[in-house]
């Protein structure tokens, strides 16, 4: 499937949300939405694995013949025929595609009960959902659905009023998505579209879960580079990726597809995300996009108080370390810097962030578990970079420990949540050069309506840019820790890198001379012209 199909997609089910979307609030929609989008993947993969693993015994039975057996899949069938077998082949099926989904759960039953307006359809719903989260995955996945409420008013005031208006929603759903094929990346992109669709609509809310894809393309590319010399190009293998706010998981999906590209693999990879709902979401679209549960993990928890076990091991030699780290966290975030933190193994080298503003607390936390031969990127606002205070003295120390590789400054009004410009920061534990690269993309990108747009060859230029550490008049330079120590430490993008035109210098003296050079001019050619009148006795000027 191309690019174009796969967008088409995501936006006829967005015309689809639009048309539904109706009196419901749209983030419950969004929520219902992208809930039934995953249960039609992970249906869909099940019974192409079913197909495949029972080969001649799975029953090919035309559509018609499956009404008269009372089934809505041929998978129904085999299981009402074989039924001594169904525990033998579940299990084969957890070792294979590590879940199970019961007959009567999967997508193409409850279509069936939806086109039908089955008033059956609320109850095996909920139903499917509970054994989804409780027994497909053997537990791993509980509470994946714990947001939707299938008994809320929101749907209707009754049964049969809820019944019938999921009904609908359903069908339509399922007629869309009819209209397309179905191969392994069309839904988890039709899942990442939706995200971002619904994140525009959202407003400032949408910072809790959705970093701009451009965006995301910048950090992505940066972290699957070699961290000892980018020049190299990307990493062949990665062994563990964090993103500490990982919000829907767009960005972790995003480092794995990189590095996918070149050929390259990610053993695991691991996000934490605070707000419930996002959680959720983050789990669902990691499946959306073929990672096998074994292969990530995303923990619903407060990154700033670190309640996450794996990464409170106090052995050092036990201690998480990851290869490479992103992170979007929210940007100037008001936290609980308690006199107990002080002592927190993540801060008490360089001290508390600032009541009043997180954002260093969350870049200390993540550079805390970056690996030796790792890389982070980290998008925060611009006062980091020059704030006083306890920030200024956190800045100082990571910049005379020589852990700053780069800062990138990026044009204002990219996010749904703000308009303020943001920059990157990428750290490092094994930097060789003792400089700091200062980029300042703030004038490459396109202007839109609502929010600026980074284009493709912006993003390839920021990349270039920093992978061969490139000096550009008004656009980047590297900066030696002794300008900066000069500049007490401020880095302050605008004091490195400007992108105003040196003002021209105008010498009077030459102008003078020059205006005499016309003037004279203009007296000769007057004088010339003249005699012709003269002559034709004409009238001289």
Known sequence: MTQKEQTELGKTLWNIADDLRGAMNADDFRDYMLSFLFLRYISDNYEKAAQKELGSDYPEVPDDELKKNGASTPLEIWYNENAEDVKAFEKQMRRKVHYVIEPNFLWESIYELARTQDKDLLETLHNGFDYIENESFEGNFSGLFSEINLNSEKLGKNYTERNKKLSTIITKIAEGISKFSTDSDILGDAYEYLIGQFAAGSGKKAGEFYTPQRLSDILSEIVTLDAQDPTLGKKKKLDKVLDFASGSG?????????????????????????????????????????????????????????????????????????????????????????????????????????????????????????GKEGTMAIILPHGVLFRGGAEERIRTKLLKDNNIDAIIGLPSNLFYSTGIPVSIIVLKKCKKHDDVLVINASDYFEKGKRQNNLLPEHIEKIVETYKYRKDEERYSRKVSLGEIEKNNFNLNISRYVSTSEDEIQIDLKVVNKNLDEINKSIRIATDKHNSFLEELGLKEI
């Open 250 to 370: 767009s960005l972790l999906l995003n480092v794995r597809k990189k590095l996918n590209d070149e050929g390259g693999t990610i053993s695991k990879i691991y996000g934490q995300e605070k707000n419930i709902t996002t959680y959720n979401l983050a789990r669902m679209n990691m499946l959306l996009h073929g990672v096998k549960d074994t292969e990530f993990e995303i923990y619903h928890g407060d990154t700033l108080t670190n309640d996450w076990d794996i990464l409170n091991e106090m052995n050092p030699a036990k201690k998480m370390q990851f290869d490479a780290i992103v992170a979007n966290p929210p940007f100037s975030l008001k936290w609980d810097a308690s006199e107990t933190m002080a002592d927190d193994f993540r801060f008490k080298n360089y001290g508390l962030a600032p009541k009043s503003a997180a954002d260093f607390a969350f870049l200390l936390h993540g550079f805390h578990y970056l």
